[in-house]
């Protein structure tokens, strides 16, 4: 678990403990059998979404997020049983750091009753799509189950170098 996790779980201020746990993987090669025969299926930007199985799908720091499970459809199956991983950007990060400020983006977050600390632009939630039409859009591969609402993000500030930043 991440130490930024642990010490919101910790923290007085929420009085939170750990009620369930969703993990799945992104980004990855699964070795899974497909039409009878072995194979890889790579997910890239998606998640596996077998039915009945459980995932997490991120929108914008300032988005709802989603518990899914996938379910048992022609469009899932022609998905090879994944998902969606997140809602996506509608432009590079580069983009967002030209196009927005920060006082936008802390006016966005504080309309919606989200309180962020550290972060930069190029993460700013006007560069996301919203969750809601993105799964939408998904509806054949998985159901929501839960909505998570955030109250509070944590992010490295723009102080903190990333080389691989595109």
Not at 124 to 152: I, K, Q, T, W
């Amino acid at each position: 678990m991440p130490a930024a996790t642990r010490w919101w779980r910790r923290c007085w201020i929420l009085g939170a403990s750990e009620t369930d746990r969703v993990h799945n993987h992104h980004n990855f090669a699964w070795r899974e059998e497909v039409a009878g025969s072995p194979a890889w299926v790579v997910r890239k930007g998606c998640t596996p979404a077998f039915a009945g199985q459980r995932g997490f799908v991120g929108g914008s720091m300032g988005d709802d997020a989603g518990i899914l499970a996938g379910v048992e459809s022609a469009t899932s199956k022609a998905l090879l049983h994944s998902t969606v991983h997140g809602a996506g950007t509608v432009m590079g990060r580069r983009e967002a750091m030209r196009r927005f400020s920060r006082e936008e983006m802390q006016r966005w977050l504080r309309e919606r009753g989200v309180h962020l600390r550290g972060g930069d632009l190029d993460e700013s939630p006007m560069a996301y799509r919203r969750l809601d039409a993105v799964l939408e859009h998904h509806a054949g591969s998985a159901e929501v189950l839960h909505r998570l609402r955030p109250f509070g993000v944590v992010m490295a500030g723009a102080e903190v170098v990333e080389p691989y930043k595109d």
